[in-house]
């Protein structure tokens, strides 16, 4: 995948939520970024309040995207579904693939990132730490890369990810942690001229939790 593709599919990203597949059980959907995935404390508008207002039904999160990132999503419409599907999750039959824009070029061209990761609650952010303690988690995951390209007299490249974990910030925290934060990623490192953190849901599948059948959604 090129450096213009990505781009263009972080454009479109920026466009009003699109439903790809509804039933009585599920909800899968393309979350435009800049709006949260699960509503929070203070309230206002979220995925969980549109597609509420879409469906007439109670929606349950399973996963969540940052507010600033985008792509695709899976919301339960109820108890049981919500349920099998978290399982699933945790035990990791759930896979979710995501691109990212990074700064510079990994040292191989595949390869696998393991970490400990610890979770600043009073600052909303993660860091790799050394060794094991209290609220520190493991986070690992798999990456090709794409392409790689000079602008701006510096090297980007992107990069398909598969998650086998699901820590806060993990993409974007093990990528910087490497001395390559991801394009307009400013908490974590990034100084350029990118105005959307270049990450993407590109690909999620699972099991349907009631007749299950296999999903694939890109």
């Not at 109670?58 to 695709?72: F, I, K, N, S």
């Not at 390209?149 to 990528?175: A, C, D, M, P």
Request: charge should be positive; hydrophobic fraction near 35%.
């Amino acid at each position: 995948m090129s450096f213009h593709t990505f781009n263009n599919i972080i454009q479109k990203g920026t466009n009003n939520m699109n439903i790809l597949f509804e039933d009585n059980d599920i909800i899968v959907c393309i979350k435009p970024c800049g709006i949260l995935s699960q509503t929070d404390s203070k309230g206002g508008e979220s995925m969980i309040s549109l597609l509420e207002e879409h469906s007439g039904n109670t929606v349950y999160p399973l996963h969540r995207l940052d507010r600033d990132v985008g792509g695709v999503m899976v919301y339960a419409k109820n108890k049981i579904s919500a349920s099998i599907l978290s399982q699933d999750i945790a035990e990791q039959r759930f896979k979710k693939e995501y691109l990212a824009l990074v700064h510079g070029t990994p040292e191989t061209k595949n390869g696998e990132m393991k970490d400990l990761l610890f979770k600043d609650s009073s600052k909303n952010k993660s860091f790799v730490v050394k060794r094991e303690r209290r609220g520190v988690k493991k986070a690992s995951l798999e990456y090709e890369t794409l392409n790689s390209k000079t602008f701006e007299n510096e090297v980007y490249s992107v990069v398909r990810i598969l998650l086998h974990t699901g820590r806060t910030h993990q993409i974007r925290v093990q990528f910087s942690s490497r001395k390559m934060p991801l394009a307009g990623d400013r908490k974590y490192g990034a100084n350029d001229s990118f105005k959307q953190i270049g990450l993407w849901s590109y690909r999620i599948s699972f099991n349907h939790p009631k007749t299950k059948e296999e999903f694939v959604f890109s």
